[in-house]
């Protein structure tokens, strides 16, 4: 049996955590074009700015965590921080480095490590991208999504509810940017949007900074800090 992973944090995670021994490699594919790529030019796309994604309340998560054990909690705290602090690691490499802070080793029991991962990954998918829709509501943006969590007065942007996702590729061919977040990818691209007829936007890549200051036609998505 032979492994073949599309991202190299997830051939480090196989290698560090998972203790592989299956041979196993990165590919890097392209991504499928989009069949309706070519239908409109940029001008004649509706929407300025689209984010699509599921919307999760992350004040809801974290009160869950307080029925797990009690020194879990903290773990998934300090994880949680790290991770959103803009750490140079992959998501499996900041829970890693927590569990050595507090002299944690979990041999062959991955179980709770693992869960732990699931959970912080999660968590920081749903507060980055809580951020970007707050964001995007002073711009002539479309935020896809159950966002009801978000007061929403007074916002330019537009919301509409979740559609499916075989209709994605037909509202990225009508947009002009298409915006996206990432828990903490090290070694890799957002390959939703690579393929895409429009201008990408990502947040919290480290390299985010540095690129779209090269750019005048995205709009600034200021960097900031994490509130509990």
Same mark, same amino acid.
């Given at each position: ?8 944090? !997830? ?5 560090? !955590?998972?203790?592989?021994?299956? /041979? ?49 909690? =903290? ?23 927590? /569990? ?12 709770? !490590? ?44 537009? !919301? ?36 895409? =007829? ?8 480290? /390299? ?21």
């Amino acid at each position: 049996m032979y492994l073949i992973h599309g991202c190299g944090d !997830f051939l480090d995670t196989y290698q560090r !955590f998972l203790n592989g021994r299956a /041979f196993a490699t990165v590919i890097r594919a392209g991504y499928p074009a989009n069949p309706h790529a070519e239908r409109k030019t940029w001008k004649q796309r509706r929407h300025e700015i689209i984010f699509a994604k599921t919307g999760v309340n992350p004040a809801a998560l974290r009160e869950g965590w307080q029925n797990l054990p009690t020194r879990v909690q =903290p773990i998934l705290h300090e994880s949680v921080e790290l991770v959103l602090s803009g750490a140079d690691d992959t998501v499996a490499g900041c829970r890693a480095t927590v /569990f050595a802070n507090r002299r944690i080793h979990w041999g062959e029991t991955r179980a709770l !490590f693992l869960s732990i991962c699931s959970s912080v990954d999660l968590y920081v998918r749903t507060v980055r991208a809580e951020h970007m829709v707050r964001a995007l509501m002073r711009h002539n943006a479309l935020s896809v999504g159950d966002w009801s969590h978000i007061d929403q007065t007074g916002a330019r942007a537009r !919301f509409t509810p979740a559609i499916p996702a075989s209709a994605l590729d037909e509202l990225h061919a009508d947009s002009r940017i298409v915006a996206n977040i990432l828990p903490s990818v090290r070694y890799g691209e957002r390959e939703r949007i690579m393929g895409r =007829p429009a201008r990408r936007m990502r947040r919290n890549l480290r /390299f985010d900074a540095a690129s779209r200051s090269h750019s005048r036609t995205l709009p600034r998505i200021p960097r900031h800090r994490h509130r509990r």
